[in-house]
């Protein structure tokens, strides 16, 4: 079977940019005007001559891909996976032509569509109509073809009232459903989704996972980017594990998801931000230290015992409101804990501040590892979101008096529960 895409040794060096000092004076100004021309000249140069294994980086550049190869039968369904920075986006804006790669070549066999950030392609000025008739021709795709599906397009986004509305007035979850809908209803033979999907809510994230499911079942071609686990594992067959930009792992999705699993290992519990999430407020989560210990924050987490979860934010606010959900290594969400829904007991009254913990006395989670998404929410409005970033390890021990110590017991939480004879 012929590959409908296939990468070989392809890298992207981006220049890191030095702050120009400003001249102070009239003769500087000139001079720097006559030598700008040559400095950005030097500056496009140097980054496209890649350089050997064995050699060290320029400190000015840094490496977003480095030698990756891979290829992609036609018909699978291929989840890309890996931390923050690991060059999972830079690697579909190549897949999309946005970009073009340092060194290496990369073969698509197939027209491509890319949803890779929210409203990608639109233009702010026209209206929904006139959106979703310039994106399918832009495909290639002809009136007729896009009359064809214009009805199930607008139905699956669901705005249908403000059709004739310039979309630079849609709000970030009305673009992405109609960039989505536009993406995946216009029957492209490759389809390229970044984690563009987090943006929209509950209900509409799952009529997109089952749209996925339909066009893979299709036998069309689908690359994906999630920090969801649990649905890479449930929607591909195949896995692309990137770390540093070099490929970690590649092949069944399974065997990839554990090779990721088992990298994390040794961060799991303390988490800091690697770069600044996008298209969300100004107060972002910096850093999640999650122990047994309230004091110190560290220690073993087992069943049964006392775990605190700290959050650090960037500034110091006042009603602010702090939600996780807390998965299992498949994905599936075992519990959700918000601060907006308070009790007797909490504390969260008082001036502004920059800390804040959620502390469970008896741990119910048995052993394993689990994943968190975290939102941050202030008034309503969205600050921050981190979806399966962060991991934490937990060991079996005595929950009510009750000992676990076989991590073979099914199922991954514990009741309170007693026994009686009638």
């Known amino acids: 079977m012929s590959s409908i895409i296939s990468a070989e040794n392809l890298s992207k060096a981006y220049r890191v940019g030095k702050k120009q000092e400003q001249a102070d004076s009239l003769i500087g100004l000139l001079r720097d005007s006559v030598t700008a021309p040559f400095r950005r000249y030097r500056s496009f140069r140097q980054p496209t001559a890649v350089e050997n294994e064995s050699s060290n980086f320029n400190d000015d550049n840094h490496w977003a891909l480095r030698d990756v190869s891979f290829e992609v039968q036609a018909g699978e369904v291929v989840g890309i996976i890996g931390r923050n920075g690991a060059g999972k986006s ?6 999309s032509r946005i970009t073009e790669p340092t060194s290496g070549q990369v073969y698509l066999r197939g027209r491509v569509s890319s949803l890779l950030e929210v409203g990608t392609g639109f233009h702010p000025e026209l209206s929904g109509r006139e959106n979703v008739y310039l994106n399918g021709t832009i495909l290639g ?3 007729r073809e896009i009359d064809t599906k214009f009805d199930e397009i607008v139905d699956f986004s669901g705005v249908e009232k403000f059709l004739d509305t310039p979309v630079k007035r849609y709000s970030s979850g009305m673009r992405v459903r109609l960039a989505f809908a536009v993406a995946a209803f216009l029957d492209p033979e490759i389809l390229i989704i970044d984690e563009v999907l987090a943006v929209g809510d509950a209900e509409f994230q799952k009529k997109c996972m089952s749209r996925m499911g339909h066009i893979a079942g299709g ?8 920090h969801q686990i649990g649905v890479i594992q449930q929607l591909c067959s195949k896995g692309l594990y990137l770390a540093g930009g070099r490929v970690a792992e590649f092949g069944e999705i399974n065997r990839v998801v554990e090779a990721y699993n088992r990298s994390q290992s040794s961060e799991a519990g303390n988490w800091t931000v690697q770069k600044d999430s996008p298209n969300h407020g100004k107060c972002k989560l910096l850093k999640l230290q999650i122990g047994s210990e309230r004091s110190s924050r560290g220690g073993i987490i087992s069943l049964g015992g006392p775990v605190c979860f700290t959050f650090i934010l960037s500034q110091k606010v006042k009603e602010i409101d702090i939600s996780f959900t807390i998965r299992d290594s498949a994905g599936n ?4 804990l918000d601060s907006w829904r308070r009790n007797q007991e909490d504390q969260l009254d ?7 913990e959620c502390y469970i006395p008896e741990c119910p989670l048995r052993a394993g590892r689990y994943t968190l998404d975290v939102q941050l929410t202030r008034n309503r409005e969205m600050q921050d979101q981190i979806l399966g970033e962060i991991t934490f390890d937990v060991e079996d021990g005595v929950y009510r008096g009750r000992t676990f110590p076989y991590p073979s017991t099914p199922g991954p939480v514990c009741f309170d ?3 009686q004879i009638k």
């Open 90 to 95: 830079t690697l579909l804006k190549i897949l």
């Open 141 to 143: 795709m002809t009136k």
């Open 219 to 226: 036998g069309r071609t689908v690359l994906f980017v999630s």
């Open 333 to 336: 969400a075992i519990s959700n």
């Open 350 to 356: 008082g001036d502004p501040s920059d800390t804040f």
């Open 417 to 419: 529960h007693i026994w």
